[in-house]
């Protein structure tokens, strides 16, 4: 089955202590990217790559690093959780083509105190 | 600065009938625009898509209406369903970056018996 799959699903973790939320896709996709979603600010994109060691940022990358090695995986990086960072976060991919729409992940629910 | 708006955080409609949400945006540089849906504890999925070059899209009971001159764009959803009922997100990307999303704050959908 074609998917996102985001690791963990659900992170509750103390301020200042690193977590890295694994995401891979099992499409061959270029594409990938992550976003965090927030009340009343909708879907805001971190930081995404169009291919194996191309990252760049994206709207919000204060405080995230991410790391593309393989095609497939494309780990969120969280050196130093503060709890502004508490939010929903979801890695997406796309052949990058032809507007192809973006598949999303399930999410990961992080709380940092 | 949020240059796609949703201005309609919720909407409930009657099973059966139209249920339409809207979207604007700011940027003339957006050229492709997209629906997308969301389930609770699921990602957001793909639903329909409109390229600058048309006012209309068509796919079933769904139909995304764009009006660049007013910089809106609309989901038309006849006959709604029960199973309607999520949260939709409006995106936005520019020329050649269909995978470069910009997204909207959301519009919970309630479809009533």
């Known amino acids: 089955e074609a998917q996102v799959t985001q690791n963990p699903r659900y992170l509750i973790t103390v301020t200042g202590k690193k977590l890295t939320v694994t995401c891979s896709q099992n499409?061959?996709?270029?594409?990938m990217s992550w976003y965090r979603q927030d009340p009343g600010l909708g879907l805001r994109q971190i930081y995404y790559s169009m291919n194996v060691e191309v990252t760049d940022k994206g709207d919000v990358p204060e405080g995230y690093k991410v790391s593309r090695k393989e095609k497939r995986n494309f780990p969120l990086i969280l050196e130093s959780p503060s709890p502004n960072q508490t939010s929903l976060y979801f890695c997406?991919?796309?052949?990058?083509?032809?507007?192809?729409?973006?598949?999303f992940g399930n999410g990961t629910r992080l709380t940092v105190t | 600065d949020q240059q796609v708006k949703q201005n309609s955080p919720s909407l409930s409609v009657q099973e059966g009938r139209i249920s339409i949400l809207n979207c604007d945006y700011t940027n003339s540089m957006f050229d492709y625009f997209l629906w997308y849906k969301k389930y609770p504890a699921e990602g957001p999925t793909f639903l329909i898509s409109i390229s600058s070059i048309k006012d209309k899209n068509e796919d079933g009971r769904f139909t995304v209406f764009l009006n660049k001159s007013a910089k809106h764009l609309s989901l038309h959803i006849v006959p709604s369903q029960p199973g309607d009922s999520a949260v939709y997100f409006c995106?936005?990307?520019?020329?050649?970056?269909?995978?470069?999303?910009?997204f909207g704050t959301g519009t919970r959908l309630q479809v009533t018996l």
């Open positions: 997406a991919s796309s052949p990058w083509s032809d507007n192809s729409p973006l598949h």
């Open positions: 499409m061959n996709h270029e594409y």
């Open positions: 995106a936005a990307s520019k020329a050649g970056t269909a995978s470069k999303l910009t």
